[in-house]
């Protein structure tokens, strides 16, 4: 993003925060105070600019006023801050949470979606009688919009707030799926952090065919969304005294509560810590998607006063046998799986041989034709951004299907620290093929059990073979020591012309394609392998997305 297009994106986000239209001399005084040392013509010379483009209107004499045009160009052109905003709107609604759960009176944070039809309801209703919400308490209305039915739940983040009230600090670590057999929470199967993070971590994991909440219900056995935070220990007894009197007035939703600084789950907890895991406020509403009904799910939008929520229903029977504490095999975190493939990177950039990461992703033998075909024309259509090389591989165990390997984007990663420049992998992201790109979502690689690109492929979120406007592609932002910088531009000039699409060297302090690198460092933006394997999916054709798979030879690999 270049210095016009930040002080223009400051511009809109000073006009977002006013309530009546704002003139020049106001917005100069509010960018100086934001290290921006613009006068009243400069200023007005952007709003102008802004103007033409639709994303500020001008209020006759008393100044301007953002569009909706111009309040999505904040929303995207901010995702640098949004990384560090989920977190802090959660801090945001644990200190809005004001309620007393001895009079029962005040704020709690609350989830609203909105449903379309009847059965919705009822099966909100029979996934709250088994137990697996946090609260029967509910608000049902008629769609703000005049379509649907607006059904508002509550947010385990009440909770959290609930403790702070009481002197105990609960900071939010994880959300992410929770394996369930015969009943019993064993071990969290994916989790995503709630920090450098776009996309709240429930919502990633909110997509078809990720949870299995009613063969829970049926069977014992299944996935559901949950959450994870710690307290520290000296809190321990006083937390399980005040959940035992919540969860005697219908707020509950708590699977576990760890012993001081014991695992639980498969999640470490640090000495001196406890871990709790509380069922996802989102559980009911993946129900009702799993069932195929149309939902739009919101993830802890707002502060409501608990008097306007009612039960739904008064007969729960709790579905889950508590927690038992035997350790599970910890996590594995994603940053240490690719390290490992990073170290074992051999590509020998001037031969061009050597060994490089490859995603493999498994399809129907009968389908491999159309999918290379539309790799194929993917890649014709854009060779700038998709890259070219594939390789076949027969499936494991299944004769019938068949394996299409392509070059993940952490081979560079390790074909620069071959060459002794550090590289290190920050982001995966989402980026939107405007002038210039730019990020719209960002997940960190730290923090995260699953790749960030097979999160937004799963959740349809791309437009890579699309012939809309602006595409949608899948790409990783990584950062490398300003001191390498010479040297890691030859390279990786190199490595584009090969083909490993490098889509752009950034500069120190710039805020790359929308994406930051810590200070001393420089970011660089690369294309995702999965981009092409996109594609096929959005054509129709089945495919086991996998990512960050194994190493294979490089000069094996066929093209495009």
């Known amino acids: 993003m270049s210095e016009s297009e930040h002080r223009m994106i400051e511009i809109l986000r000073i006009l977002s925060q006013q309530e009546k239209p704002t003139g020049s001399k106001l917005i100069a005084d509010e960018l100086k105070e934001k290290g921006f040392n613009l006068g009243e013509r400069a200023v007005r010379y952007h709003m102008q600019v802004l103007d033409e483009k639709g994303f500020t209107e001008r209020k006759g004499y008393s100044g301007r006023v953002i569009t909706s045009l111009g309040r999505e160009k904040l929303e995207k052109g901010l995702i640098y801050d949004q990384v560090d905003f989920i977190y802090s709107k959660f801090e945001e609604m644990i200190y809005l949470t004001d309620f007393n759960y001895i009079t029962q009176e005040g704020n709690v944070v609350v989830n609203t979606s909105t449903v379309y039809n009847e059965e919705s309801i009822n099966i909100l209703k029979r996934i709250i009688e088994s137990g697996l919400s946090v609260s029967p308490y509910v608000n049902i209305n008629e769609g703000k919009s005049g379509g649907g039915i607006d059904v508002t739940t509550l947010c385990g983040t009440t909770i959290d707030g609930i403790l702070l009230n009481e002197g105990i600090s609960s900071q939010p670590q994880y959300g992410g799926l929770l394996k369930i057999e015969d009943s019993q929470p064993i071990r969290f ?123 739904i229903t008064g007969q729960i029977r709790n579905h889950l046998k508590p927690v038992e504490h035997d350790i599970q095999p910890k996590i594995p975190f994603l940053l240490s799986k690719s390290w490992n493939l990073i170290q074992q990177v051999n590509f020998d950039v001037e031969k061009r041989k050597g060994n490089i990461i490859s995603n493999v992703s498994y399809l129907n033998r009968k389908d491999v034709d159309y999918a290379l075909s539309i790799m194929e024309e993917t890649y014709n259509d854009n060779p700038k951004y998709i890259n070219p090389y594939y390789k076949l591989i027969n499936h494991p165990e299944n004769d ?143 495919v086991e997305v996998k990512a960050i798979e194994k190493l294979l030879p490089f000069e094996k690999m066929d093209r495009l």
């Open 189 to 311: 199967k994916e989790l995503i952090s709630y920090k450098k993070t776009s996309l709240t971590p429930l919502d990633a994991f909110s997509s078809p065919k990720r949870t299995s909440i009613h063969d829970v219900i049926s069977t014992g056995d299944g996935i559901i969304p949950a959450n994870f935070r710690l307290i520290p220990g000296v809190g321990r007894e006083k937390t399980v005294e005040i959940l035992k009197k919540l969860d005697g007035i219908g707020i509950g939703g708590v699977l576990g509560v760890s012993d001081e600084g014991k695992d639980i789950l498969g999640i470490p907890v640090p000495d001196g810590m406890v871990g709790i895991a509380v069922v996802g406020g989102i559980t009911p509403f993946c129900a009702i998607q799993e069932a195929g009904e149309e939902i739009d799910i919101k993830i802890a939008e707002e502060i409501m006063d608990f008097k306007t929520l009612s039960p």
């Open 400 to 542: 019938e299907k068949v394996g299409i390997a392509t070059i993940c984007s952490l081979s560079i990663d390790g074909i620069l620290i071959n060459n002794g420049i550090m590289s290190n992998p920050k982001y995966g992201g989402l980026l939107e093929l405007t002038e210039p790109p730019l990020f719209i979502e960002l997940i960190s690689y730290n923090g995260s059990t699953v790749d960030p690109h097979k999160i937004f492929l799963s959740k349809n979120m791309t437009s890579i073979s699309s012939e809309s406007s602006p595409r949608k592609i899948l790409a990783g932002f990584k950062e490398i020591p300003y001191i390498a910088r010479d040297y890691a531009v030859e390279l990786l000039d190199t490595l584009d012309k090969i083909g490993f699409s490098i889509y752009k060297i950034g500069k120190p302090r710039e805020v790359t394609y929308n994406a930051k690198a810590e200070n001393y460092n420089f970011g660089v933006v690369a294309g995702s392998g999965l981009n092409s394997i996109g594609a096929v999916r959005e054509n129709g054709v089945d």
